[in-house]
């Protein structure tokens, strides 16, 4: 089975942090650049983060540069994404993708969500 599986979401207060992780079973992260998105209610999923495979080159949506990072472990097969200065506004269900590269055609593997509430 070659699958991504998220983790990490929850609910949290508007300012506060959560960390996200992506992590790959069956097969092994490290020549995939992986993406993050988002889809919230009402709205389109959008690309929030991308990260290159060696992890050289990232990018990031406008509405989260600055607060959020992402980064890999390739040893621990595991993409993640710090969020901090979380806003209602960041409320959605996070997914994690892999591909051969960010922005350069379509993803091969999806992760099922991890949901994200962001609410006082």
């Known amino acids: 089975q070659l699958q991504l599986v998220e983790s990490g979401g929850g609910l949290v207060q508007p300012g506060g942090s959560l960390r996200l992780s992506c992590a790959a079973s069956g097969f092994t992260l490290d020549y995939y650049a992986i993406g993050w998105f988002r889809q919230a209610p009402g709205k389109e999923r959008e690309e929030v983060s991308c990260i290159s495979s060696n992890g050289g080159s990232t990018n990031y949506v406008d509405s989260v540069k600055g607060r959020f990072t992402i980064s890999r472990d390739n040893a621990k097969n595991t993409v993640y994404l710090q969020m901090n200065s979380l806003e209602p506004e960041d409320t959605a269900v996070y997914y994690c993708?892999?591909?051969?590269?960010?922005?350069?055609?379509?993803?091969?593997?999806w992760g099922q969500g991890t949901q994200v509430t962001v609410s006082s």
């Open positions: 993708a892999a591909g051969g590269g960010c922005h350069k055609g379509p993803y091969d593997y």
